[in-house]
C-alpha cells in the first residue's frame, strides 16, 4: 500500500507560479513512477506530467512542458510539480499517483498507476 499527500495548492493570479508537493508513505521502497494529473469540473481527467523512478525520465503534456516542471527527492519521498506563468485554463484539481510496476515508465495514461492522491485545489483568476 502507499499512501500519497498532496500539497500546495490554492488561489493564484495569472502569471503567478505555485510548487505542488506529493508526499508518499508506505510501500515506497518500491521508489515508483509518479505522475500528475488534473481533472477541471465537468471534464476528464487529464494527464499534466510523469517522472521515472530515478528522476532521469520526466514528460509532460504539451500544454503545460513549457510551463511546468516534475521533479522528484526520493530521499524525501516526494514529488514536486512547479507550475510557472499559471493561466485560468489550468484551474483544476490536482492530482498525483503512483506506478509501481518494477519496470515503469513515466506514463501519461492513468491506469498505469496503482494509488492516486485525495487531490490538491489550483485556481487560477485572470
Known amino acids: 500500500q502507499v499512501q500519497l499527500v498532496e500539497s500546495g495548492g490554492g488561489l493564484v493570479q495569472a502569471g503567478d507560479s505555485l510548487r505542488l508537493s506529493c508526499v508518499a508513505s508506505?510501500?515506497?521502497?518500491?521508489?515508483?513512477?509518479m505522475g500528475w494529473f488534473r481533472q477541471a469540473p465537468g471534464l476528464e481527467r487529464e494527464f499534466v506530467a510523469a517522472?521515472?523512478?530515478?528522476?532521469?525520465?520526466?514528460y509532460a503534456s504539451d500544454s503545460v512542458k513549457d510551463r511546468f516542471t516534475i521533479s522528484r527527492d526520493n530521499a524525501k519521498n516526494t514529488v514536486y510539480l512547479q507550475m510557472n506563468s499559471l493561466k485560468p485554463d489550468d484551474t483544476a484539481a490536482y492530482y498525483c499517483?503512483?506506478?509501481?510496476?518494477?519496470?515503469?515508465?513515466?506514463?501519461?495514461?492513468?491506469?498505469?498507476?496503482?494509488?492516486w492522491g485525495q487531490g490538491t485545489q489550483v485556481t487560477v483568476s485572470s
Open positions: 508506505g510501500r515506497t521502497f518500491s521508489k515508483p513512477c
Open positions: 517522472i521515472g523512478w530515478s528522476g532521469g525520465t520526466t
Open positions: 499517483a503512483a506506478d509501481l510496476s518494477v519496470l515503469c515508465l513515466a506514463s501519461s495514461i492513468p491506469t498505469r498507476y496503482d494509488y
